[in-house]
Every structure is written in C-alpha cells, then in structure tokens.
C-alpha cells in the first residue's frame, strides 16, 4: 500500500498529482529547485526536498538527487509526472533498487519505447503498421531509404520526441546537411545521435489512444486528436478524435490494446498515430510511457482521475474497470496557456504574474500552478496552465472553451491566450478533423490581421 510519494516534477503536473494524492490519503513529498521553493505545488505538499540549483541537469534530471530526496523523504514510491525523468529507464530502474516503487512502466519497457526504432519493432510484431522508413546509419542509408521511400521525409532522433532532432526534407538535395544538423540536435537533446527518415505525410492528422494497462490486461480509454501543432509541439487537444470513420477509431482501439498487450504494459501509456486523411489508414509513431500533458480531456470525457489509475496499477492492484465498463460522455478540448508572445516568433516571456484571473463556469476545468504573484523562471518549459472545456458536443465545448479564453486575465507576461481565442473562433476549427497543415496557415493568416491592426493603430 502506498502512503508517502515523492513527486519528481513540478509546474502544474505537479499541482494536479499532489491533488490527487489529497483525494486518495496519500502524503506527498515535492522534489523541487531552489528555483521552485516557493511554488504552489510547494505550498501544496506536505514537506518540499530541495534538490539542487535551477537548471534542471542538476535538479530535475539528475536521477541520483531524486532517489536521494525520496530516501530522505521516506517515501514508498516516485511520481514522475511527464517530462524530464519521466520515461529514463535509469530512475525506474534506480527506484527499483532503492525499494521505491516506480509509478509507471517497468524500466525494460520504458527502455524499449524511448528507442523509436525498438518500438517500432514492437508495433510490427503486435501487427500495426508503421510508416515507411528505416535507420540511418551513414549517409548512404540516408541515400538509400530516401530513394526508396521519396520526398518529402522527415529526419526523427531515434532517443527522443518533442520535435528535436526532427527535420523535413522535401528535396533530396538537402538531404546531408538534413541529417548532419539532426544528429547534432539529437546528441545535444538526448545524448544520442541516432536518426531514421520516415515518409511524411502532408494531410496528416495526429490522433492518439489512451491505454491503462496492470501488467496482465491492458483497456483503452479513447481517442484524443493533437493536430494543432506548432514545431511538433501540441497547442490544442481534443477528445474523442473528431471526424473519424467508426471502423478507423476501432482499428486505432484495437491496435493501441493490441500494443499495449503485447508489452505486458503496467501503468498510463499513449499510442500516438498517423492517420493519413488521403489514403484513409493509420501508423504508428511512437508510444509514451507516461502521463500526457493533456490527460484532462480523456478524464472529462471518463470521468476518471488518471492519476489514482496510474497509482493503484503501481502498487499491483489489476484494472478496476473492464473495457465494457468504461463510459464515454461528451467531448473536451484543451488548450496549453505558455508563457510567451506569439506577436515576437512565440519568444518565452518569463516574470512575474502581477495579477490572474483564471476563468470558471460549467464544464470549465483549469489545471495550473500560477496566480497572482507567481514568478515564471526563465528556465523551464513556457507552459503555465491548462484550460480544459467539456460540452454534451463538440459545438459546446468548443464555444464554453473560447468563453473561457476570452475571460482568462495574466496581467504581466505574454501568453498565446489570444492566439487561441482566435483559433477557437476560427470556421476551419469550428468544423472539426484538421490535420497538422491547419495551425500553420491559420498562424500565417493571424498575423497579416494582427500586422494590420497595429499598423491601423
């Protein structure tokens, strides 16, 4: 039974897994920075670990402080949350050893999906397809698989996501330098210079299953469409998957379980695809092996906290529900408020928040760590807070959701707040199923109006 977790994150994920923990009679240790000290999450726990300076290599990341601060904290288990060492096999592994129970995949599994190319291996053998492509190791493999497959491609880090290490080719010209300045991003991001092409898809949409598996079953909880993207990173998510055949939401059900079985998967884990619109198929791209930025939307459309699943899994209890017990009500959209100015190329605005105002109502859900008087360090990720809207449809979360935006207030620093409003008021979002070309020109067409308001003033 665990009574104690120190969770090893901080921001709003780590707010949202305190909370839980609340709910659930479990005490909470924080592993933060000296530059989080005093954050609400801080506030929150019920007793805070300082484990290093603000840069996250020497807090964060740093897998021996996060055991050492659970040791000290006396804890039963560690709560990565998403990011930093939420997917090193490294600290599950070392969790292992200390005693400490790891809430999330088995450090084998972990190890096996954060290497794309293994876990497109195990795609194969659990029967989903993959996109077309192979590994690079020299140039001339480059050459080769560009042949084989054709233009355009992109260039994926083997070790990581995110967007890093990521480069698209349309012209095979450009190929060498392509893959040259992938490898340095990739071995700067991950340690890892390893890349492989894969065929792009030009009217993609990105669409992921939840799965929740115990180590002996595995159940999906839904679709999730994050088209909405911006250098590979999600602005919007949604679910269920809008504008999707029946027979392609079971096939991606299915082949999410299927995967997830074939792992013997233990814990929280998102299958994330390709559905490629022309051609009316899907892909595999890869699996994360942890809690997702925007879990809320699959909550509000379950009614489940993820984050109780994810700790009654971790201390081997099976799944509470079966597949035929899981519940589908209505349809949540979620929007990342980061602190930056999309008006300046989406430059980070860190500082002081003088005043928030975070807007409430029916079927309203805000997930953040900032209010009034919070600090924004200038040396973590920009995000700031969730605003997650749920309507009896997609036409009423969507509207409830550009409500919100409308009401929020973050006098201080530069949000992409207006950025959404606009996308939320946009027709083309309004009808639903874009895919990832929509974000990139509606942000062209955004700022020629934006351009052109100011120059009126």
């Known amino acids: 039974m665990i009574r104690r977790i120190l969770v090893a994150n901080r921001g709003e994920i780590a707010a949202r897994v305190i909370r839980s923990c609340r709910r659930l009679g479990i005490e909470t240790v924080l592993a933060a920075s000296e530059a989080d000290r005093t954050s609400l999450p801080a506030r929150l726990a019920d007793e805070v670990r300082i484990i290093g300076p603000a840069p996250s290599a020497q807090s964060y990341l740093d897998v021996d402080r996060i055991v050492g601060a659970a040791r000290d904290g006396r804890v039963d288990a560690v709560h990565p949350g998403y990011g930093f060492l939420s997917e090193n096999p490294r600290l599950a592994a070392a969790c292992d050893a200390a005693g400490l129970v790891f809430i999330g995949p088995t450090p084998d599994q972990l190890a096996a999906l954060g290497d794309k190319l293994e876990a497109r291996r195990h795609a194969v053998a659990a029967g989903l397809p993959v996109v077309p492509g192979g590994s690079v190791d020299t140039l001339a493999d480059a050459r080769r698989i560009a042949r084989e497959i054709g233009t355009p491609l992109l260039i994926k880090a083997v070790g990581g996501g995110g967007g890093r290490g990521m480069r698209l080719v349309r012209d095979e010209r450009t190929l060498e330098d392509a893959v040259h300045m992938a490898m340095s991003e990739a071995e700067a991001a991950f340690g890892d210079a390893r890349v492989y092409l894969e065929r792009y898809v030009e009217h993609g949409r990105h669409v992921e299953v939840q799965v929740l598996g115990d180590g002996r079953d595995v159940i999906h909880l839904g679709t999730r469409d994050c088209s909405i993207q911006r250098r590979y990173q999600k602005l919007v998510e949604e679910a269920p998957a ?87 009500q209505g349809h949540a959209v979620e929007c990342r408020i980061n602190a930056e100015d999309p008006g300046h190329d989406f430059r980070p605005s860190p500082g002081t928040v003088r005043a928030a105002r975070w807007p409430a109502g029916s079927g309203i859900r805000v997930d953040t760590h900032v209010h009034s008087g919070t600090l924004i360090p200038p040396h973590y990720d920009s995000l700031i807070g969730k605003i997650i809207a749920l309507g009896k449809d997609r036409d009423q979360a969507v509207q409830r959701m550009h409500s919100a935006l409308m009401r929020l207030r973050l006098d201080g620093i530069a949000t992409n707040a207006a950025l959404h409003a606009a996308v939320t008021a946009d027709p083309g979002f309004g009808r639903g199923g874009m895919d990832t070309g929509y974000f990139p020109a509606f942000l062209a067409r955004w700022r020629e109006t934006e351009e052109a308001n100011h120059g009126a003033d």
């Open 242 to 328: 809008p504008a999707l055949s029946e027979s392609m939401r079971d096939g991606l059900h299915r082949g999410a379980v299927a995967l997830g079985r074939h792992l013997g998967y233990r814990g929280l884990g998102t299958v994330e695809c390709l559905v490629d619109v022309d051609r009316e198929r899907f892909y595999f791209l890869e699996m994360n092996a942890r809690i997702q930025v925007e879990h809320p939307v699959t909550e509000a459309i379950t009614g489940l906290d993820l984050v109780a699943e994810q700790i009654a899994v971790a201390e081997g209890r099976p799944l509470a529900l079966t597949q035929e017990e899981v519940a589908f």
